[in-house]
């Protein structure tokens, strides 16, 4: 295990020792797993304890874990990521909590902890339909008002469920249902027999 691994977990299991929380580390990274319902209290801690310091939240998203059932992985199908920085110890932190509702994927907002995981959160609820209790101001941030869907869920089709179009008739812009046939965007790696065969 790195040093900040073990820092970690002594500071949590000291501080949080009901967090259910796992450390590891691999590839040089390490990653913190997190019980929702100590999804704040952690990242505070993280954030405030004197040998951790994580001042700064790089980024934030929402996984959907839903094609990796095929490889072993059991549990939610959402959840979400952080990535940290400490400057004053120079360490990185990946952070990772489950959405335990598959239906209605949502955990406490981090707004409080880091003012700036606002516009994230926004984008992960845009994107990814998942919900942060708590926050200010949650709504779609790249997508239209109109949108229907979370364009990076696995089960979104690419071409998504509707299209707008400037309508000269109606002088404004309509929703109609998608009108593009869906296609197979996946190359072909078995050839039929006698493929590309001149025929001579």
Known sequence: MSELSVTLAEVLAAQLPDAAIQVRTAL????????AQ??????????????????QLIDL????WSDYAA????????????????????HR????????????PMV???????????WYEREAFD???????????????LTDYGFVGHPFRKDF???????????????RVIYQPVSIEPRNNVPRIVREAHYGDTGE
């Open 127 to 141: 994107l990814m339909g998942t919900v942060f209790a708590g926050h200010p101001d949650l709504r779609r941030l």
């Open 157 to 171: 089709p690419i071409s998504g469920h509707v299209e707008m179009r400037y309508d000269p008739e109606q002088q």
């Open 38 to 55: 100590h999804w704040v209290a952690a990242c505070t801690l993280l954030r405030d304890h004197p040998a951790l310091h994580f001042e």
């Open 28 to 35: 040089g990274e390490t990653t913190l797993q997190v019980a």
């Open 61 to 64: 998203c929402s996984i959907d």
């Open 71 to 90: 490889v072993g992985r059991d549990g939610p199908r959402y959840g979400v990521v952080v990535h940290l920085l400490s400057v004053r110890h120079n």
């Open 93 to 104: 932190l990946r952070v990772h909590v489950d959405c335990p509702d598959d239906d209605y």
């Open 108 to 118: 406490d907002t981090l707004i409080p902890v880091w003012p700036n995981a606002n």
